[in-house]
């Protein structure tokens, strides 16, 4: 019998523990790898439609140019508001005619400010003041299309801030030009024709009417002395109906109309920098007239945009009264634009009311 014992051989693999550490990273690795993804995708989508939007733009501009348009027809691109995804572009498309076409931003992607349209003369400058488009997305900051006075188009960076410019004052020019006096010319005025004699005219006598006089029917014999004849009197009278007496109608009681609640705001519209500290933050005041009872005021920006800071000094109101609501602006490229804020109550009191807000540089 052989002494020496077999000595085991040693077993390879892995641990539960391992094969959990394992599974663990790969799961993490993949989570990320599809977020970066998704994450890659929504970016692009964000910068091609507002690279789109700015092309069309450009395309309007250079149609108006191109055709010499005149008034009337002159190229435009249009879009309707915070929230919405749509927009016309009004041009030449090659037909040879003006048309107004529809186009969509990708999906998921929308306008954050209140409705605008830009219209471009043959010389390719704006018929209006200046505009900043947003574009945004729900995982990015929203993407600024900026157009000056002058037509350019520009993304991201604001190279032609018209707002920041002060406006120019014309001074009123007199006439300069030296007006030889003109000299008096005779006029002779014809003399006055005698006019004849009017001739009389005949005024008619008016004829008298003779009003008939109602005969009686009717015999009355009287008594002539003593032994006379006694007449006997028959009267044939009509008696006239006396009328029967209208009763007045009672008056009803007419019901008194309750007010209704109504929200104002003082001012509407307010104006905001990002670089000049007097200017990031303003203030308008929310009135109730005609309230009762406890309401809750709230604020947002129109298409769920976050392009600025809000505060109320009450966010609570017994009855009517007042509430002053501050607005600041942020930072960045993002923020800058023309902004509608909603201003409502629970319960709701009319129909609430909308602050315009303009961010400039």
């Known amino acids: 019998m052989n002494g020496h014992s077999r000595k085991p051989r040693r077993q390879h693999g892995f641990t539960i523990l391992q094969m959990i550490i394992t599974v663990t990273i790969i799961t993490i690795v993949s989570t990320v790898g599809v977020l970066g993804v998704k994450t890659s995708r929504e970016h692009f989508k964000l910068q091609n439609s507002a690279r789109l939007f700015a092309v069309y733009i450009e395309k309007a501009r250079a149609d108006s140019v191109r055709r010499h348009a005149a008034s009337g027809q002159e190229s435009s691109v249009e879009m309707f508001g915070p929230g919405t995804n749509t927009y016309n572009v009004t041009m030449d498309f090659g037909s040879g005619t003006v048309e107004t076409r529809t186009f969509q931003l990708d999906p998921g992607i929308t306008f954050n400010t209140v409705a605008a349209k830009v219209t471009f003369d043959w010389r390719g400058k704006l018929r209006t003041e200046a505009v900043v488009f947003q574009i945004k997305s729900d995982y990015f ?86 032994g006379g004849n006694s007449g006997n009197g028959n009267g044939n009278a009509t008696p006239t109906p006396t009328a029967a007496p209208t009763p007045t ?113």
Not at 145 to 151: A, F, H, L, Q, R
Not at 196 to 210: K, L, V
Not at 262 to 272: A, E, G, H, K
């Open 141 to 226: 900051e929203p993407i600024p299309v900026d157009v000056s006075g002058s037509g350019d188009v520009t993304i991201w960076s604001q190279f032609f801030p018209d707002q920041s410019i002060p406006a120019v004052t014309v001074s009123t020019v007199g006439d300069d030009v030296n007006h030889p006096t003109p000299y008096p010319s005779a006029s002779t005025s014809p003399s006055p024709s005698p006019s004849p004699d009017a001739s009389p005219t005949a005024t008619p006598t008016a004829t008298a009417t003779p009003t008939p006089t109602p005969n009686n029917n009717g015999n009355g014999g009287g008594t002539n002395g003593s």
């Open 249 to 361: 109608p009672g008056s009803s009681p007419t019901p008194t109309p309750i007010p209704q609640c109504v929200m104002t705001l003082s001012p509407s519209s307010i104006t905001l920098s990002q670089s000049v500290d007097a200017l990031k933050t303003a203030t308008t005041m929310i009135t109730l007239t005609n309230a009762t009872g406890i309401r809750t005021i709230s604020t947002s920006q129109a298409g769920n945009g976050n392009s600025m800071v809000f505060g109320l000094s009450l966010t609570r109101l017994e009855g009517s009264g007042s509430s002053i609501l501050s607005v600041t602006s942020k930072n960045g490229a993002g923020n800058r634009g023309v902004f509608l804020v909603d201003v409502t109550t629970d319960p709701a009191c009319g129909s609430g009311a909308q602050l315009t807000v303009s961010v400039n540089n």
